[in-house]
């Protein structure tokens, strides 16, 4: 069982100067548009609360939540959504605000399931991505760090429910 916080391996400090990086990126991007930006329950919870006070844009917020079926160790694909959306995106441009993408198999449902509600245009933002563990190809136009294949947590980020609260993300091993 992973217990130990081993490494941090992004500090609080390199998560804020990225986090500003990346909302001048966007702020750029979606001058003069509105713009729904929609966070992936639990995980990129934190990451979305401290990106929309960086962005000086006429901005909503929405969630959604889903999960794998099956084992949760093993990414089948096949997701269900636990908590959808609480509005229509038809001719919204949408973000997606993701902590993490690993396989891209959550990632690309919840593309496919968006994409099918006619929304103006859908693009994608993630703290960290794993590239070495990609299973599908997806188009990730905003990406804060890539990380090697490693379990990690903080900032949102969880092994078991716990660690959300870490203000760095860290590597824990058994
Ligand atoms: P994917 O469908 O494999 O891309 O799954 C991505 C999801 O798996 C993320 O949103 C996280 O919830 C979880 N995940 C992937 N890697 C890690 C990790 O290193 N620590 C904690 N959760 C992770
Ligand atoms: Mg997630």
Not at 73 to 83: A, H, L, M, Q, R
């Amino acid at each position: 069982m992973k217990t130990n916080i081993k490494d941090v391996i992004i500090n609080e400090e390199e998560i804020a100067n990225k986090v500003s990086e990346l909302a001048v990126e966007i702020q750029r991007d979606y001058a003069g548009k509105k713009l729904l930006v929609i966070g992936v329950l639990k995980g990129a919870s934190v990451f979305l609360a401290d990106l929309i006070r960086k962005l000086d844009l006429d901005i909503r917020i929405d969630f959604i939540s889903a999960s794998s079926y099956g084992m949760s160790s093993i990414s089948s694909g096949e997701v269900k959504i636990d908590k959808d959306l609480d509005y229509p995106i038809n001719g919204e441009n949408i973000l997606i605000v993701e902590d993490i993408i690993d396989t891209g198999l959550t990632l690309k449902y919840l593309v496919d399931n968006l994409s099918s509600r006619a929304p103006a245009d859908i693009k994608i933002c993630t703290l960290l991505d794993k590239p070495s563990r990609r299973e599908v190809n997806i188009a990730v136009d905003y990406i804060g760090f890539e990380i090697p294949d490693r379990f990690i947590v903080g900032y949102g980020i969880d092994y078991a429910e716990k660690y959300r609260n870490l203000p760095y993300i860290a590597v824990i091993e058994e």
